[in-house]
Structure formats: structure tokens, C-alpha cells
């Protein structure tokens, strides 16, 4: 299968470096997947899981908000926050969790910020 460059960065670090089969992300507007050739594309980031094919394995990192750049040389993720799957337990979780949850109870929340917090409850619902 052809590949392509895919990077993964937050604030805190680059999470992710490496050529990669496919890359589903969660855009705003809805998943996306980004293949090798993809046509050029700026999109805004929704809270979710993005999942990097590679070599038969599948990969998934909660993401929270950010933009993705796909360009003749790949794709980048710039993550207002990226937790790898693996560290989705404890305190990050909780974390997470809660912030959520703390604006769905709130009453001064924009209908954006309560969209993504659905959608950050529901990435996170089955961890």
C-alpha cells in the first residue's frame, strides 16, 4: 500500500513522526481520511479520536481541537491537545472527562464549545 508523511503535534510535543498507509481524522464538518495524493485541505479539528493506519495496525490518539494541513508533502495535525489511546485512563481521562462535563452543565456555554463537548463525551465514552 502507498504511504505517506504524517505528523502529529501538540503544544506539549510531537506525538507522531513516521510514513503511514491512511490517517482518519475528526473534522469539524465530519471524519475524514486522508490517503497518499490527497488533494490539498485546511480543516479545523473536532474533539475526537484520530486513527493512523500503518502496516496492518490501526493507532488512535484523542485529540481536542487543532487544524489539519494536507499538502503535496503529507499531512499535519496541529492538536490543541493530544492524549495517545494508551495514556486514556486515570487522571488524564478524568480530566478530560470533566472538563467536558463541565461545560455541558454550564449554562453560558456557546453552541460550539457544547458541540464539542458532545462530541469530546462521546470519543471518550468507551474508556
Given at each position: 500500500?502507498?504511504?505517506f508523511?504524517?505528523?502529529?503535534?501538540?503544544?506539549?510535543?510531537?506525538?507522531?513522526?513516521?510514513?503511514?498507509d491512511?490517517?482518519?481524522?475528526?473534522?469539524?464538518?465530519?471524519l475524514?481520511?486522508?490517503?497518499e495524493?490527497?488533494?490539498?485541505?485546511?480543516?479545523?479539528?473536532s474533539?475526537?479520536?484520530?486513527?493512523?493506519?500503518?502496516?496492518g495496525e490501526?493507532?488512535?490518539?484523542?485529540v481536542?481541537?487543532?487544524?489539519?494541513d494536507?499538502?503535496?508533502?503529507?499531512?499535519?495535525?496541529?492538536?490543541e491537545?493530544?492524549?495517545?489511546?494508551?495514556?486514556?485512563?486515570?487522571d488524564a481521562?478524568?480530566?478530560?472527562?470533566?472538563?467536558?462535563?463541565?461545560?455541558?452543565?454550564?449554562?453560558?456555554?456557546?453552541?460550539?464549545?457544547?458541540?464539542?463537548?458532545q462530541?469530546?463525551?462521546?470519543?471518550?465514552?468507551?474508556?
Amino acid at each position: 500500500m502507498a504511504q505517506f508523511h504524517f505528523s502529529l503535534v501538540s503544544p506539549e510535543r510531537e506525538l507522531f513522526s513516521g510514513e503511514v498507509d491512511a490517517v482518519v481524522v475528526p473534522g469539524t464538518e465530519g471524519l475524514f481520511e486522508v490517503r497518499e495524493n490527497h488533494a490539498p485541505l485546511m480543516a479545523t479539528l473536532s474533539p475526537g479520536m484520530i486513527e493512523v493506519h500503518r502496516g496492518g495496525e490501526v493507532t488512535r490518539t484523542f485529540v481536542r481541537g487543532g487544524f489539519a494541513d494536507v499538502s503535496p508533502a503529507g499531512l499535519t495535525v496541529l492538536a490543541e491537545k493530544a492524549i495517545a489511546e494508551t495514556d486514556l485512563q486515570g487522571d488524564a481521562l478524568l480530566a478530560e472527562r470533566n472538563e467536558a462535563d463541565s461545560v455541558l452543565s454550564g449554562s453560558t456555554a456557546t453552541p460550539e464549545a457544547t458541540l464539542n463537548a458532545q462530541r469530546a463525551q462521546d470519543a471518550l465514552a468507551k474508556y
